[in-house]
């Protein structure tokens, strides 16, 4: 799949499924700015993608709305705007329902909703201007239920499930598709959360109609796809890529 030309914005962009998702844009001919708070990884992240294309890194606390504007304009001033925008960043702290203050449920939202919604509101004229722009959240398995001490996460995971279909028919007469990516579990970091990674991965594989773990390819794949072309009248939708979860 080809995608030359455009050019995709990336939040969580080092993180387990961020990392793989960026290096296929970039090898699918696209450039790829990619945005996280770990300059460390971003610099070894511009480093392995140089070997197809270009990929700048920015180190972005997405908490701080105001420098996620900022840069934004920035970015935008420096090199045009944005065909693609991938909202990835998340962060999922585990405990009893009890144990989360307000402050900690309010900084979830403001990583995995507010600053997507930022993000919209700094690359949206552009693509308004154009009549294009492809819109990807990522949501999670986790919303259909099955996990329990991870309340904040699921409320900001079906929180950009109603963002997508509210944009896909806000942004639609604009030539603009929105629409969400839903992982299964995907073995990255995240899964260190769980205090038996055996029991865990048979847990994963019961609820599973194929069984074998998924990758961050396969959800690197969906996020192509629905930026590209071939998506271009697929809007306001759901896509869940966990093989066969929620059919059980």
Same mark, same amino acid.
């Given at each position: &799949? ?19 998702? @960026?290096? @296929? ?16 990884? +971003? ?24 420098? !996620?504007?900022? #840069?934004?304009? %920035? ?8 065909? =693609? ?22 900084? =979830?939202?403001?990583?995995? !909703? ?18 294009? +722009? ?19 996460? !699921?409320? %900001?995971?079906?929180?950009? =499930? ?5 944009? @896909? ?9 929105? #629409? ?23 847990? =994963? ?15 690197? #794949?969906? &996020? ?6 071939? %998506? ?7 896509? #869940? !890529? ?7």
């Amino acid at each position: &799949m080809k995608l030359d030309g455009k050019r995709v914005l990336l939040t969580g962009a080092t993180g387990g499924l961020g990392w793989e998702a @960026a290096l @296929a844009f970039v090898r699918a001919g696209a450039t790829v700015e990619a945005l996280d708070i770990q300059p460390e990884k +971003g610099r070894r992240l511009e480093d392995a993608a140089s070997k197809w294309g270009s990929l700048f890194y920015a180190d972005v606390d997405l908490r701080d709305l105001q420098a !996620v504007a900022e #840069n934004l304009t %920035s970015i935008i001033s420096a090199r045009g705007g944005l065909d =693609v925008l991938i909202n990835n960043a998340a962060i999922y702290p585990a405990r009893t329902f009890e144990e989360y203050s307000l402050e900690e449920y309010r900084e =979830v939202q403001t990583v995995n !909703v507010e600053a997507a919604v930022a993000c919209v509101k700094a690359l949206l004229p552009e693509m308004k201007a154009r009549r294009h +722009g492809r819109i990807i959240n990522v949501a999670s398995v986790t919303f259909y239920g099955g996990w329990a001490n991870l309340y904040p996460y !699921v409320a %900001s995971k079906g929180a950009l =499930v109603g963002l997508t279909r509210a944009w @896909a028919r806000e942004f639609g007469p604009h030539g603009i598709t929105v #629409n969400a990516v839903s992982p299964g579990a995907i073995p990255t970091d995240a899964e260190k959360i769980h205090p038996d990674p055996a029991g865990y991965n048979q847990f =994963v594989l019961d609820r599973q109609a194929l069984k074998r773990r998924g990758s961050p390819e396969d959800i690197a #794949n969906a &996020m192509l796809f629905l930026g590209s072309d071939y %998506s271009s009248f697929i809007t306001g939708q759901l896509l #869940n !890529v966990d093989g066969g979860w929620v059919m059980h």
